[in-house]
């Protein structure tokens, strides 16, 4: 079981010496208001640990990590913002990347969007092999674009660019719609004129291999 992604917000309030603020400035308010709407909607099912302190009251303990302007967000003890109301995009991709990075991905997922041949070209490939996957539009789910960022980028390399497709199959890292139509061993489809349509070529003797086979070859 992963430990849940600690948020930490150091909001303007408390009390130091003679000095106490007994109303959070708007900016904070606005803040809280902004994650616990992230963690009931962007991060659903994410295990998330919320946890608001006073910033007068303990203005010393996020110095270290150069926090210094209510209201301060930490995400895994990381500033990810302060001194303004929160990005909400900034917060749901950091508490994503911090989930992903625990939590290995399973199954067959296929990462693209509508307007990608090759994304199209992919679930075909999917399909005509009778591989069961999960597929996601990075375009129109952000959730899905933050993880698949990253789950790519520690494998490509932060300099390289990321295009779609993005393939995983059996948990294994696939990569593109030419590598996957290679791990699934599928034929090319070539015009057959004694059946007057388009058939499967035998494809060099290659049978069709089970999604597990492939990744084991994969991986080997």
Same mark, same amino acid.
């Given at each position: 079981?992963?430990?849940?992604?600690?948020?930490? +917000?150091?909001?303007?309030?408390?009390?130091?010496?003679?000095?106490?603020?007994?109303?959070?400035?708007?900016?904070?308010?606005?803040?809280?208001?902004?994650?616990?709407?992230?963690?009931?909607?962007?991060?659903?099912?994410?295990?998330?640990?919320?946890?608001?302190?006073?910033?007068?009251?303990?203005?010393?303990?996020?110095?270290?990590?150069?926090?210094?302007?209510?209201?301060?967000?930490?995400?895994?003890?990381?500033?990810?913002?302060?001194?303004? @109301?929160?990005?909400?995009? +900034?917060?749901?991709?950091?508490?994503?990347?911090?989930?992903?990075?625990?939590?290995?991905?399973?199954?067959?997922?296929?990462?693209?969007? @509508?307007?990608?041949?090759?994304?199209?070209?992919?679930?075909?490939?999917?399909?005509?092999?009778?591989?069961?996957?999960? *597929?996601?539009?990075?375009?129109?789910?952000?959730?899905?674009?933050?993880?698949?960022? @990253?789950?790519?980028?520690?494998?490509?390399?932060?300099?390289?660019?990321?295009?779609?497709?993005?393939?995983?199959?059996?948990?294994? *890292?696939?990569?593109?719609?030419?590598?996957?139509?290679?791990?699934?061993?599928?034929?090319?489809?070539?015009?057959?004129?004694?059946?007057?349509?388009?058939?499967?070529?035998?494809?060099?003797?290659?049978?069709?291999?089970?999604?597990?086979?492939?990744?084991?070859? +994969?991986?080997?």
């Amino acid at each position: 079981m992963t430990d849940p992604v600690k948020i930490t +917000v150091f909001r303007w309030a408390g009390a130091w010496g003679p000095f106490r603020v007994n109303i959070p400035c708007g900016e904070c308010s606005l803040t809280k208001d902004i994650i616990q709407d992230c963690i009931d909607t962007d991060l659903a099912g994410i295990e998330v640990d919320l946890d608001l302190r006073d910033w007068l009251t303990e203005w010393w303990k996020p110095l270290p990590k150069g926090g210094w302007h209510a209201p301060i967000v930490l995400v895994n003890g990381k500033i990810i913002s302060q001194g303004r @109301a929160l990005n909400r995009g +900034v917060l749901t991709q950091t508490v994503i990347e911090a989930a992903t990075s625990e939590t290995p991905i399973e199954g067959n997922h296929i990462f693209g969007k @509508a307007t990608c041949p090759h994304c199209v070209r992919a679930k075909g490939y999917l399909a005509q092999a009778d591989v069961p996957n999960q *597929y996601y539009d990075v375009v129109k789910d952000t959730r899905a674009l933050y993880e698949m960022l @990253a789950r790519v980028k520690p494998i490509i390399g932060p300099k390289t660019p990321v295009t779609v497709p993005q393939i995983w199959i059996d948990g294994t *890292y696939i990569g593109g719609a030419d590598a996957l139509k290679e791990v699934l061993g599928l034929a090319e489809v070539v015009p057959n004129p004694d059946r007057g349509q388009c058939s499967l070529s035998p494809g060099k003797g290659q049978g069709h291999r089970t999604p597990a086979q492939s990744s084991r070859q +994969v991986a080997g």
